[in-house]
């Protein structure tokens, strides 16, 4: 048995150094918490109550919504719960559960970013099979795979954290619980928790990516052929709101990756902004894109606010 393994709980970190201004940075945190889940609120009802949002391209934006707002339900109430009450410690059931969906909820999103990418593929490629291949009960079974390929992979690193042990200490690095910290901290033979997490981050974020920038390049060929500018800048419009959601997603992964593995020398400040980025700026930025860049959303909004202020 390893020494002092027998705890049944960790320690989450806030900002070292600045316990004294948590309560002032927490102000922020909050204002983006409240943000998040007012935008990627407001994508969701639009989507459900406007018909003319009944299409695939804005069922995907609906579990695009869902999972940024998943993602930061997940994540931020440990986060305010270490910066307003110094609430740290966290039950080991209540942390793995946590790092399991924070971690398939971020496979979840890259899914869903390359079911939007495979919609404006269909749609500009082939626009007149349109909607017999992306019929209703497609996109459920493209949303129902997405879900099942992020949730069911996270499995197989997780389960074993409940088995090992944890001896050398019970202090996390962030004020939520993921996976490669929790690893950190385990007194046995971690091989395949820290060999399975690369392959499968390869096999997903890098896969996926892959494919959406084939399908851009298709995409591309294709309005290229067109001989109306106008049409052509109709077309790629539709496109502009989801390469801003990927470009978004995909940089803030490919930071948050090369700070963890080549930034050692970096202070641990740059790390935990960097996690906070990852965690927090897709999910506040991509309701401010698509309201910002389709007209469609920009009408529902000002209809829905338009007619509760006539109604009031």
């Not at 307003?84 to 496979?107: K, M």
């Not at 079974?141 to 099942?148: L, N, P, T, Y």
């Not at 106008?230 to 801003?244: D, G, W």
Request: glycine share 4%.
């Amino acid at each position: 048995m390893w020494p002092n393994s027998s705890f049944n709980s960790f320690l989450l970190t806030g900002f070292p150094g600045l316990e004294a201004a948590h309560h002032w940075i927490s102000i922020p945190f909050f204002l983006i918490y409240i943000s998040v889940i007012f935008g990627n609120g407001i994508l969701l009802f639009l989507v459900k109550e406007d018909r003319n949002l009944h299409e695939p391209m804005y069922y995907f934006l609906a579990m695009l919504a869902a999972t940024d707002l998943a993602v930061t339900l997940t994540t931020m109430p440990t986060v305010l719960g270490v910066l307003w009450l110094d609430h740290r410690e966290v039950g080991n059931v209540a942390c793995f559960s946590q790092s399991y969906f924070i971690h398939s909820l971020s496979f979840v999103e890259s899914g869903v970013l390359l079911a939007m990418a495979y919609d404006r593929f269909i749609a500009i490629c082939n626009p007149l099979r349109y909607t017999s291949i992306l019929t209703d009960t497609q996109v459920v079974k493209i949303g129902f795979g997405v879900m099942m390929r992020g949730f069911v992979s996270v499995v197989p690193p997780i389960l074993p954290l409940y088995s090992f042990p944890y001896c050398h200490s019970h202090v996390l690095s962030h004020a939520f619980c993921l996976h490669q910290d929790v690893i950190k901290l385990a007194c046995a033979d971690t091989t395949f928790n820290r060999l399975y997490p690369i392959v499968l981050v390869v096999l997903i974020f890098v896969l996926d990516s892959v494919i959406i920038l084939i399908s851009y390049v298709l995409i591309l060929k294709s309005v290229l052929r067109i001989t109306s500018r106008e049409e052509k800048a109709k077309t790629l419009n539709t496109c502009v709101s989801h390469i801003c959601c990927v470009l978004v997603f995909y940089i803030t992964v490919i930071g948050l990756s090369l700070i963890h593995r080549f930034g050692k020398q970096v202070p641990h400040i740059v790390h935990l902004i960097m996690s906070y980025v990852y965690f927090l700026f897709p999910p506040l930025m991509n309701p401010v894109i698509y309201s910002a860049k389709t007209k469609q959303i920009q009408s529902g909004i000002l209809y829905l606010f338009t007619t509760h202020r006539v109604g009031a």
